[in-house]
């Protein structure tokens, strides 16, 4: 049988926003390593050392067909014609680091690329992945369509910023009638983020309200940014208490 881990193809992605690494280094593509094509998707594996038995249990070949057809499907259904779509599919092992999230979905900034990153099997722990590709495609739409921009996978945010979009990208899937997070569950992680800020009563009210302004609304990077700097998230996300930690004299 045909080995489902050969490199059949390379996929460049350029980026607006190179991932900086810790040495100071700029990164400003990626590339993707193809090992199978399954319906018009091109698919990459991202594993440590894996067999092909490992391969077929943690991303069996139906499983792995359906995820390809439907993220063709959603891409479609959100206005997005790309002319590569790839999905890349890490083992939860090697899921560390800056993928702390259950997935990604980076565009390049040609905008004819959309990669979707899972960064656990959707398979092995039997979560509705629908939900997570909904998701993810919603985060591409926003790149796609240029209200954000294409930025380097790696490249992390503050914490505020995704948690302000995902008030936009979660309402406007409930009006689609599309599987999210609803509202209730979405201001309960932004009051959980706006107590780790230490927000005053009085900002924490105005943020609160902030959030509910943004559901379902399609916003631009440069908006939420605004809206951070207003509500002084900005200046409290430098420095979340929970990840302060001594560098050396000058910070003390
Ligand atoms: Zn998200």
Known sequence: MESRLKVIDKLRLDYEVPFVSDRGKALDHTIV?????????????????PTEQDLDSLFPRDGMDSLA???????????????????????YSVARGPYSVEGRAPVN???????????????VYKFGYEMVLWHQ????????????????PQVQADEWVDVLWHFSIDGRLEARNKPHYNKAERLEEAAALFRKL???ADLMDRAVKACGRLWG?????????????????????????SKRQPRGPETR
């Open 198 to 200: 230490r927000l005053s």
């Open 137 to 152: 495609a919603m985060h591409a739409k926003d790149r796609w369509e240029r209200r954000f921009p294409a930025a380097h």
């Open 33 to 49: 390593r193809i090992n199978e094509r399954r319906k018009g998707v091109e698919i990459s594996y991202a594993l440590l050392d």
């Open 217 to 241: 609304k399609e916003v631009t990077m440069e908006a939420l940014l605004q809206t951070g700097r207003e509500l002084g998230l900005e200046a409290a996300g430098k420095t979340p208490p």
């Open 109 to 123: 900034k040609q905008r004819d690329t959309v990669l979707v990153i899972f960064t656990k099997s959707p398979f």
């Open 69 to 91: 057809e439907m993220t063709g499907s959603i891409l479609g259904d959100l206005g997005m014609k790309p002319r590569r779509m790839a999905l890349q599919m890490w083992d």
